[in-house]
């Protein structure tokens, strides 16, 4: 089980986890100085409206599915085609949403944004870690398609990459690390996330 996780791909979704994070707190720092109105704020929460409107269960399956499933088969796709950093998308999307939300409320309810922002942190983890992980081996995976890609342009050719090795190694990871961390995040979100605000305000 050890060898199944290449600690290479743990220390570069913990960069990523930590430049995603310093993104989420710089965007809400940014935002609690806009003053925005109501309407503006549910515009934003309208995204997430469907999955909200459920409840238990059936929540955290609507979670699983989109995070679990749908998002990281978008950042699949992109890390197919020939451009790097282009499968990050996602993941800048699901850090600046959050983060646009939380400046807001803390501009709008200093106590109960901030309470808030404690109860996003511990399903915040859990998520954005495990789609860092996945962008950890898709960063492999891109870089092995865009070399070959390259390699076609250029005269002297570079070193080609294994497609194949960097392809299980997302299959592995997505499988044993990134899911589980989201499945996680989808319990936290839908049970743990309320408890914590309801025991703050």
């Excluded at 309407?39 to 399956?61: F, H, M, P, Q, Y």
């Excluded at 789609?131 to 005269?155: E, P, Q, V």
Aim: include cysteine; aromatic fraction near 14%; charge should be positive.
């Amino acid at each position: 089980m050890l060898k199944l996780i290449d600690l290479d791909i743990v220390k570069r979704a913990l960069k990523i986890f930590i430049v995603a994070t310093i993104c989420l707190i710089i965007t809400t720092i940014i935002c609690y100085f806009l003053h925005p109105s109501f309407n503006d704020l549910k515009d934003l929460g309208s995204t997430s409206e469907k999955i909200s409107g459920a409840n238990g269960l059936e929540r955290v399956w609507k979670y699983i599915v989109n995070n679990g499933f749908q998002v990281p088969l978008q950042m699949f796709i992109l890390a197919l085609l020939p451009i790097p950093y282009l499968y990050l998308i996602n993941l800048v999307v699901t850090i600046i949403l959050p983060g646009i939300m939380l400046g807001f409320f803390i501009n709008f309810d200093i106590h109960k944004g901030l309470a808030g922002s404690i109860a996003f942190i511990p399903h915040y983890t859990f998520e954005i870690m495990g789609f860092c992980i996945l962008a950890s081996t898709l960063y492999l995976l891109n870089k092995a398609i865009t070399r070959r890609f390259t390699n076609l342009f250029r005269k002297n050719k570079k070193e080609n990459y294994a497609i194949k090795n960097s392809l299980i190694k997302v299959i592995k990871s997505y499988i044993f690390i990134a899911l589980p961390l989201i499945i996680i995040a989808a319990f936290l979100e839908t049970y743990v996330a309320d408890f914590i605000y309801n025991l703050m305000t």
